[in-house]
C-alpha cells in the first residue's frame, strides 16, 4: 500500500515586509518537526522548489493592494482547504491601508519619479475583505508560538486554542506596573488583543496595538482616558493609525477623534 500523503502547506505573500513570513522560518527548533508533518508545497521564502495545489492549509502574508492580488487570492483560496492569514497586513491591511484615509493619486505623483508605471488599488485591504477566511492569526509580526499552536490545531483538525482578551490581562499576569497609571504612558492595551506577552509595558512603552482590536474593544472610554492624560486629538488619531489602521474599530475610533477635531 502505498504510504498516505502528508498534508500540503502553502505559504504566500501579499503586500507585505516580509515579517510574518520570517516568523515562520523563526521557528527553528520546530521547523523539522513540521516539516515532517506536512510537505511545504509552496513557500518561495524558504524554498524555489514548488509543488502544485491543493494545498490542505495556506497561510497567506500581507494585504490586497492591486488588481492582480484581488484576482490571485482567489485563486488561492479555491486551492485552500483551509486558508489562516497571518499578520496585520494581512488581517487588517497593514500599515500601508495608512493609503485608505488619504488621495492615493496624490501619493502616487508625490512619491514615485514615474508614477505611471505604479499600478494600485485606492486601497489596502485585509484578505478577509476578499474571500472568505478560516482563521486569523494577528500580530506585526505575529507571534511563534501562536504560529505553531494554529499549525497543529489545523493538522488535528481541531479549533486554535487562543486568546482574544485584551494585552491588559496580559500585562497583570505578567507582573508589569501599567505605565499608563504609573507614569501616564499612552497605552493601546486595553483595546488591543493579546498575543505578544505585553512585551512594551514590561519595557515601560505604551502598547501600539500591533495585535488589532480585541472582541469587543472599549474605544471610546480608552479616548477619554487619553484626553485626560492630556493628549490632543491628532495624537490620539495618530496612536490609532499604525499597523491597524484599516481594522474596523481602531479606524471608527480614529475617525471620530478626527471628526471631532475638525468640529468648530
Ligand atoms: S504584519 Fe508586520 S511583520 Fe507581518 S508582513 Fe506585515 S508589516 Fe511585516
Ligand atoms: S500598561 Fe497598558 S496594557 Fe498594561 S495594564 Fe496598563 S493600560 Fe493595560
Redesign the pocket.
Same mark, same amino acid.
Given at each position: 500500500m502505498p504510504p498516505a500523503r502528508k498534508p500540503r502547506l502553502g505559504v504566500f505573500k501579499f503586500a507585505?515586509?516580509? %515579517? $510574518?513570513q520570517l516568523s515562520v522560518l523563526d521557528c527553528e527548533d520546530e521547523l523539522l518537526a513540521i516539516a515532517g508533518a506536512v510537505d511545504i508545497a509552496d513557500f518561495r521564502e524558504a524554498s524555489r522548489a514548488v509543488l502544485e495545489g491543493p494545498y490542505d492549509l495556506s497561510l497567506v502574508? *500581507?494585504s490586497v493592494t492591486t488588481a492582480h492580488d484581488a484576482q490571485r487570492i482567489k485563486e488561492i483560496r479555491a486551492q485552500s482547504k483551509a486558508l489562516v492569514t +497571518? %499578520? @496585520? $497586513? @494581512?488581517t487588517s491591511g %497593514?500599515?500601508q491601508a495608512l493609503k485608505n484615509f488619504g488621495d492615493v493619486e496624490e501619493f502616487r505623483r508625490v512619491v514615485y519619479a514615474r508614477p505611471e508605471f505604479i499600478s494600485t488599488l485606492a486601497t489596502s485591504t485585509a484578505i478577509a475583505d476578499h474571500v472568505p477566511v478560516d482563521f486569523e492569526l494577528r *500580530? $506585526?509580526? +505575529?507571534s511563534k508560538v501562536q504560529l505553531l499552536e494554529a499549525i497543529g490545531a489545523f493538522l488535528q483538525g481541531r479549533a486554535p486554542n487562543l486568546p482574544n482578551e485584551s494585552v491588559c490581562i496580559e500585562c497583570k499576569r505578567r507582573g508589569n506596573v501599567c505605565v499608563m497609571v504609573a507614569h501616564g504612558t499612552p497605552c493601546l492595551g486595553p483595546v488591543t488583543q493579546a498575543g505578544c506577552g505585553a512585551i512594551c509595558p514590561a519595557f515601560t512603552r505604551g502598547c501600539y496595538g500591533c495585535f488589532g482590536p480585541q472582541a469587543t474593544p472599549n474605544t471610546a472610554s480608552l479616548i477619554g482616558e487619553l484626553k485626560v492624560l492630556g493628549m490632543a486629538p491628532p495624537a490620539v488619531q495618530r496612536l490609532f493609525r499604525t499597523?491597524n489602521a484599516n481594522a474596523p474599530a481602531f479606524r471608527a475610533a480614529s475617525e471620530s477623534v478626527a471628526a471631532e477635531a475638525s468640529t468648530p
Open positions: 507585505s515586509c516580509d %515579517g $510574518c502574508e *500581507g +497571518i %499578520g @496585520a $497586513c @494581512a %497593514g500599515i *500580530g $506585526c509580526p +505575529i499597523f
